[in-house]
């Protein structure tokens, strides 16, 4: 009941999150930019009958097959969220974007020039 509210903000390290509301600490990153290059030159998107395909290769463990598919089930559903990945080498700075990563729920949001933009606060 008499729980304080932090709104969001760019200037603050502890706020409600905007994912689990709760109020947590909320850890700050610096984007960096890479350069996507596959074959198509578009991002990358594993859905539908080709997602399917991939749970039931039996080149991967079905450990891997499951983490596969938790995977691209979130990013087709349009979540964003950190994911160790191979290690990069980037100088090429994203200014004005930045996340914050929540430490209670480890849910990202980000931000633009100054303005939470993900996770949509209107639905
Ligand atoms: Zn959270």
């Known amino acids: ?41 578009v991002p990358l998107r594993i859905q ?10 039996p080149q991967f463990p079905p450990e891997v097959r499951e983490q596969k598919l938790e995977y691209w089930t979130r990013v087709n559903s349009g979540e964003v969220f950190l994911d160790r990945w ?4 980037s100088d090429t700075f994203v200014a004005g974007m930045e996340l914050s990563v929540c430490h209670a729920c480890k849910k990202a949001a980000i931000w ?3 303005e939470m933009v993900y996770p949509r606060q209107d639905e």
């Open 48 to 57: 539908g009958a080709d997602l399917e395909r991939l749970y039931h290769n």
């Open 86 to 89: 191979v290690p990069i080498h």
């Open 112 to 114: 633009l020039g100054g």
């Open 1 to 41: 009941m008499n729980q304080q509210t932090i709104e969001p903000s760019f200037k603050l390290n502890h706020f409600n999150c905007p994912s689990c509301n709760q109020l947590s600490e909320q850890a700050w990153f610096n984007t960096y930019a890479n350069l996507i290059q596959n074959a198509e030159g």
